[in-house]
């Protein structure tokens, strides 16, 4: 990996890359319903073509060899396999609420049981913390003090 370089050089060919993120049928997948797992978050696969989709998003088609799967990627889906992994609970787009009060300052800016969305996954911290986005603000927050804002309807990452 190229780690300066965000564009069609930071993944060579044959290279291994761990996907940070369920990879859901988006109807380019032949064969399987839309919104269906192809690949799960923290697979490893081996980069085997890059290409580009409406001339301005680089996509690397990777091979997960244990899936039997071709997928595309866009390079912000994709770490180099021998880096750090600390998976974490929720990602991009779930629907979070707040166990507590969290405040800025002595002032609450979002209330215990106020429903955000995760924008990023920050997995280099310990425990994990995820930019949550609430009405009218985003904030850090630790995986810690979430909760799925739909449990009935949330399925719990596999281990």
């Known amino acids: 990996m190229i780690e300066e370089r965000f564009d069609e050089e930071r993944f060579d060919f044959g290279e291994a890359v761990r996907v940070t993120r369920n990879v859901r049928n988006d109807?380019?997948?032949?064969?399987?319903?839309?919104?269906?797992?192809?690949?799960r978050r923290g697979s490893v696969g081996h980069v085997i073509e890059m290409g580009t989709f409406l001339q301005d998003q680089v996509i690397y088609t990777v091979h997960f060899l244990d899936q039997g799967r071709m997928v595309g990627c866009r390079a912000e889906e994709l770490v180099?396999?021998?880096?750090?992994w600390n998976p974490s609970r929720f990602e991009f787009r779930d629907k979070v609420v707040s166990t507590i009060?969290?405040?800025?300052?002595?002032?609450?800016?979002?209330?215990?049981?106020q429903e955000g969305e995760i924008l990023k996954v920050l997995r280099d911290f310990k425990p994990i913390q995820y930019y949550v986005r609430f009405p009218g603000r985003?904030?850090?927050v630790p995986e810690t003090v979430l909760q799925p804002a739909h449990p009935e309807a949330f399925v719990e990452p596999e281990d």
């Open 27 to 39: 109807g380019t997948y032949p064969g399987m319903a839309i919104g269906e797992l192809l690949v």
């Open 80 to 84: 180099p396999a021998d880096a750090p």
């Open 101 to 113: 009060d969290l405040g800025i300052q002595g002032e609450i800016v979002a209330e215990q049981g």
């Open 138 to 140: 985003t904030l850090q």
